[in-house]
């Protein structure tokens, strides 16, 4: 079992930035591929940005160049740098972890972007 939790998340005007923090439990996050994810009222929710347990990255479109994804094993987190942000970007920011076959999800921290 793998628990998540975040953190980072706030209101912050657009063009500013935040980072979100998502510390996992246990011995194993080396092994794990990891993601954010997000949710806007009334959409579903997307994949945002993934690193693998082998450092391999992946954005959506809409956050090229904006966003960077990163994980430090050495304290069992990883990380969303969030630069030039818009309100749409705004919404829940969830991580997850996954290991073969299971998934595991934190809670969710808000980010919201004002005009």
């Known amino acids: 079992q793998v628990q998540l939790v975040e953190s980072g998340g706030g209101l912050v005007q657009a063009g500013g930035s935040l980072r979100l923090s998502c510390a996992a439990s246990?011995?194993?996050?080396?092994?794990?591929?990891m993601g954010w994810y997000r949710q806007a009222p009334g959409k579903q929710r997307e994949l945002v940005a993934s690193?693998?347990?082998?450092?391999?990255?992946n954005y959506v479109d809409s956050v090229k160049g904006r966003f960077t994804i990163s994980r430090d094993n050495a304290k069992n987190t990883v990380y969303l740098q969030m630069n030039t942000l818009k309100p749409e970007d705004t919404a829940v920011y969830y991580c997850?972890?996954?290991?073969?076959?299971?998934?595991?999800w934190g809670q969710g921290t808000q980010v919201i972007v004002s005009s």
């Open positions: 997850k972890a996954k290991l073969l076959k299971n998934d595991y």
């Open positions: 246990g011995s194993i996050f080396s092994i794990l591929d």
């Open positions: 690193i693998s347990s082998g450092g391999t990255t």
